[in-house]
């Protein structure tokens, strides 16, 4: 069996919370050698299951997905010996992951121009909330507040232009601007490979929100001027919205290729909708969409979901189910796909980093560290000797291990 495919490749996760992070997770799925470095006490994120409002659980799970695959260390960066710990094993990595925010970089002497001319191979990758260039660059944010509500999302998936804006659930935009941070890496390994050097890489919530929702930025680029978004009951696309069922779930019906109209009225028993001529083509049934929508409110309310997935489903028509969380856990698709994998040999499943590669097999999950659980054998791979190591446990530099 080859082996995985960053084998060998050395990354220090010197980060917080999710975006970056989890961007180390994904190398970690490949095989890389990746050090959590946590600061005394521990990563505030291993603490956020326990927030008010998050769901009860004796298992730590945004840990548990986030870290896996890890080495921890736990080092005090604010300190000199620690201070020196990092240099050495900056020197000896291919990838270093931060995103401690800019002022803190600068006091802690982890900015890109601190390692650059000493360590021409490594890649830096760098995290911010609102970039690193303008006023805000030094501003801290998380994805609900960078990538959610900055950007125009929170406020284009209101049900309609009267209601409040939605809330983001946790990790939403973390984990796309995770990938984001993940291809950017990838990317500047790439050019390492062409020219022998790395190089620093710049990734924002902010920036990977407006991607997000690029669509509509694109638009008001171009001079759109966007309506207030009307209750479904009143859109404009009866064929693209959503419909509630007997059993009260709900699903999104998306048929805009004009062939599937047909085979859609003949679906719900209504095929002399294709020759009324309120509905007889496109246009009019834009004109007359809340007409339309109201017919199928009544239709779609007589059967249950499982009864019209099976009916769409034999008739090719493209749709989605309103999943909800408890469902999908147990999805046979999921698992068919490969999307939820086992956790190490705790019984657990946990979530896939979200795209495969031929000829490149991902590694058996392990779980996440304890704190500090890998701290002196990281130093003594790093070369430290066990009375240097003992000596930097005792002045309080390390934990753990």
């Known amino acids: ?124 990758a760098s995290m911010t909330a609102y970039g690193e260039e303008g006023d805000e660059a030094g501003k801290t944010g998380f994805d609900a507040t960078a990538y959610w509500a900055r950007t125009g999302l929170m406020d284009e998936v209101r049900p309609d232009h009267r209601a409040i804006p939605a809330r983001s659930v946790p990790g939403m935009g973390d984990k796309p601007t995770a990938m984001a941070l993940y291809g950017a890496v990838v990317t500047a390994l790439y050019q390492r490979e062409k020219t022998g050097r790395g190089g620093e890489v710049r990734v924002s919530l902010l920036g990977s929100g407006m991607w997000a929702n690029a669509y509509f930025i694109q638009a008001q680029l171009c001079g759109v001027i966007f309506p207030p978004r009307p209750p479904r009951e009143e859109s404009l696309m009866s064929l693209a919205n959503i419909y509630r069922t007997l059993d009260d779930r709900w699903f999104m019906l998306v048929v805009i290729n004009e062939r599937q109209w047909p085979a859609l009225a003949q679906a719900i028993g209504m095929p002399w909708l294709t020759t009324d001529s309120r509905f007889v083509d496109a246009e009019a049934r834009r004109i007359n969409a809340p007409v339309l929508t109201r017919i199928f409110d009544d239709v779609f309310a007589r059967k249950t979901l499982a009864e019209w997935r099976a009916i769409l489903d034999d008739s090719g028509l493209t749709f989605g189910v309103v999943g909800t969380v408890a469902e999908i856990v147990n999805d046979p698709q999921a698992r068919a796909a490969g999307i939820l994998r086992p956790l190490a040999d705790t019984g657990l499943m946990t979530v896939d980093s979200p795209f495969t590669l031929s000829g490149a097999r991902k590694v058996p999950v392990t779980t996440a560290p304890e704190y500090g659980e890998h701290s002196r054998a990281i130093l003594r791979s790093a070369g430290y000797s066990e009375r240097e190591i003992d000596g930097l446990y005792d002045s309080g530099t390390i934990a753990g291990g």
């Not at 050395?10 to 961007?23: E, F, L, R, T």
């Not at 769901?55 to 896996?68: C, G, V």
């Not at 736990?74 to 010996?81: C, N, Q, R, V």
């Open 1 to 124: 069996m080859p082996e995985p495919l960053f084998a060998g490749l050395k990354v220090i996760d010197c980060a917080s919370y999710v975006a970056a992070p989890a961007a180390a997770t994904v190398l970690a799925d490949f095989g890389a050698d990746v050090i959590k470095i946590e600061p005394p006490g521990g990563d505030p994120w291993r603490s956020q299951y326990k927030r008010p409002g998050m769901p009860q659980t004796d298992h730590n799970h945004p840990w548990l997905m986030d870290s896996r695959n890890k080495r921890g260390l736990a080092l005090d960066l604010k300190s000199e010996p620690g201070r020196a710990v990092l240099e050495r094993l900056v020197s000896q990595a291919d990838v270093f992951i931060t995103n401690i925010p800019l002022p803190g970089r600068e006091r802690l002497q982890v900015r890109y121009a601190d390692f650059a001319e000493k360590y021409p191979r490594l890649i830096y």
